[in-house]
């Protein structure tokens, strides 16, 4: 397969691949045994065949899981999206640094998005109560969750924004900044009323003024960071 080869390539990482014929077998190994990541081959099945996503979607409540596909189709990335899994990559342009990337920002996100969900009932109430737009942002600059206000300004379904880069919300104009103020803020913590342009999906811009506290874990290291944007267009 095509994950085998790449995985030999590498020297000094060793790589434990276990291969499903189906999601029934998948489903038993995983009973028996931990696996830090799952690769879903959508060629080797109807990835319209509802009775199968919803079973690979009960894997991806305890492990990260990957779409693979030979070519790109933009059904199965929305569908991939919208399902929660952590990325859709294509076959042909998957190589030994693509992997190592894929699999170690994988992991990594879906550790903080399963830390962040386990406090996300006690703070929703509170967090859809402001009128300014709200965020849950990692330590990797990925977006795990924003309130309605954000969402409804920046005209984006919530599966279109959960996972992508923050850069992603920012004017042209802000880009450069907003990476001086990211690098900042995972050295010291926090962002104090920086004036900062934001861009919705239609191009719409408007002028906020952004905070940001981090927010850590009992041994000190940042969990994510909250960020709210005061609109003053």
């Not at 990957?66 to 790109?72: A, D, G, N, Q, R």
């Not at 191009?203 to 960071?225: F, M, P, Q, T």
């Amino acid at each position: 397969s095509v994950l085998k080869n790449i995985i030999n390539e590498f020297e000094n990482i060793v790589f434990k691949l276990k291969r499903a014929q189906n999601t029934n077998e998948a489903a038993d190994f995983i009973k028996k045994e931990s696996f830090d990541i799952i690769f879903s081959d959508a060629d080797s099945y109807d990835f319209n065949d509802s009775d199968v996503l919803n079973k690979i979607k009960e894997f991806k409540e305890n492990i990260p899981v990957v779409i693979l596909t030979e070519t790109f189709k933009k059904d199965i990335v929305r569908k991939a999206s919208e399902m929660g899994f952590q990325d859709c990559l294509i076959k042909k342009e998957l190589n030994k640094n693509t992997l190592f990337k894929t699999v170690s920002f994988s992991i990594q996100n879906y550790k903080y998005l399963k830390k962040y969900e386990s406090s996300e009932n006690r703070l929703k109430k509170i967090f859809e109560l402001y009128s300014e737009y709200c965020y849950i942002i990692s330590p990797e600059g990925i977006i795990l969750n924003l309130n309605s206000s954000a969402l409804n300004i920046l005209e984006y379904q919530k599966h279109e924004i959960i996972g992508k880069e923050i850069s992603m919300i920012y004017a042209p104009e802000s880009i450069e900044k907003i990476k001086i103020l990211f690098a900042a803020w995972q050295e010291r913590g926090n962002i104090n009323n920086e004036e900062m342009v934001i861009i919705s999906k239609s191009g719409l811009k408007r002028n906020v003024i952004l905070n940001a506290e981090a927010v850590r874990e009992d041994g000190g290291r940042i969990i994510h960071s909250s960020c709210l944007q005061r609109d003053i267009t």
